[in-house]
């Protein structure tokens, strides 16, 4: 087993076991087994695992990996969630406000990051507004498109 297999394993078992809220909690939760890991390793981690930050039941969020899921399904899954999440968006430039519910911006901003629509360079995100970066004022325009189709149910 490799070390990036073993750790991705001890990163499933952690987020099965514990409601984890964050990486730095994540970070710390793999440094107790014995891995010292750097936030950009966890990241692109969790971006290969299909790992989310979902808001829970109480409204607080946490990591969620759908065991014996496939990429497509989690995807699936996470595409359903957008009307439920965002709340707003509005463009400037080549830029894309998205508000979302209270810590719903990470599954957005994860869900548009899987999705790669040609015309997103790539998205930050908050605890409620994820910034979207389009490659053109054009573009731009697709994605508000999109993104207001999925607000509008």
Do not use: N
Not at 19 to 35: D, I, K, M, N, Y
Not at 58 to 84: C, D, K, N, Q, W
Not at 119 to 138: F, H, K, N, Q, Y
Request: charged share 30%; proline share 4%; glycine share 6%.
């Amino acid at each position: 087993m490799s070390d990036k297999h073993a750790r991705q394993q001890a990163i499933r078992e952690i987020v099965a076991a514990h409601a984890v809220a964050s990486q730095e909690e994540l970070r710390r939760r793999l440094a107790t087994r014995g891995w010292d890991v750097t936030q950009s390793t966890l990241s692109r981690d969790l971006r290969e695992l299909r790992l989310a930050r979902i808001p829970d039941a109480t409204g607080r969020a946490r990591y969620a990996f759908p065991e014996g899921a496939t990429s497509e399904i989690v995807l699936a899954r996470l595409e359903r969630m957008l009307p439920e999440l965002l709340t707003g968006v509005e463009g400037v430039q080549v830029l894309v406000v998205a508000r979302t519910m209270k810590s719903g911006a990470q599954p957005v901003a994860e869900l548009l990051d899987q999705l790669e629509w040609p015309d997103v360079a790539g998205t930050i995100a908050g605890d409620d507004t994820v910034l979207i970066i389009c490659r053109s004022p054009e573009g731009r325009e697709r994605v508000l498109r999109k993104l207001r189709a999925y607000i509008a149910g």
